[in-house]
């Protein structure tokens, strides 16, 4: 099972103290996105300061135009408001959905708390249909508590 193998790999990257916060993200990024084959954009969101938006801060995989998204849009968007995971199968069900590339069918957003806010998210992109189970969510949900004890 690749989630039992990646989990102390995360931790050991974001314990890294001698790598910035940032370079310790995009290293999970990468990481996530080599090693699980349906993983194909990777990125970490974040709450704009005190702006009802999120901004991109780390990403693994092709560059995208959505650094920023307001809350409401799109599947990060309706995450920052509901405080919940989302899952979508298949993206082209979805009305409020921000299309990134034509290969995504599906994707998975999981929201980032601090001290029982929602701070940001991590957003994965899939080209295969219908990939995610809820072991994705459990791992993902691992990730974003072990990235909130290393923010400030
Ligand atoms: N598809 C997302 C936008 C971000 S990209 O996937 C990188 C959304 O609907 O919020």
Redesign the pocket.
């Known amino acids: 099972m690749p989630f039992d193998k990646l989990r102390p790999q995360v931790e050991d990257i974001l314990n890294t103290k001698e790598l910035s916060v940032d370079h310790r993200l995009t290293q999970v990024c990468e990481l996530l996105m080599e090693t699980i084959p349906y993983y194909d ?1 990777v ?1 970490f969101y974040f709450k704009n300061g005190d702006k009802e938006e999120l901004k ?1 801060r780390s ?1 693994a995989g092709e560059p ?1 135009d ?1 650094d920023i ?1 307001p809350f409401g ?6 995450v920052a408001v509901s405080n919940a995971n989302f899952v979508v199968p298949d ?1 082209k069900a ?1 009305n ?5 590339s034509i290969h ?1 069918k599906a ?1 998975i ?1 999981v929201p980032l708390f601090v001290n029982g806010e929602n701070i940001g998210q991590i ?1 994965i ?1 899939s080209h295969t249909a219908d990939p995610f189970s809820k072991e994705d969510e459990r791992f993902l949900e691992f990730v974003n508590e072990k990235v909130a004890e290393i923010l400030e």
């Open positions: 954009w990125g991109l990403f995208t959505h998204i849009k799109g599947i990060c968007g309706q993206v979805q409020n959905y921000i299309a990134c995504v994707e957003v957003d992109d």
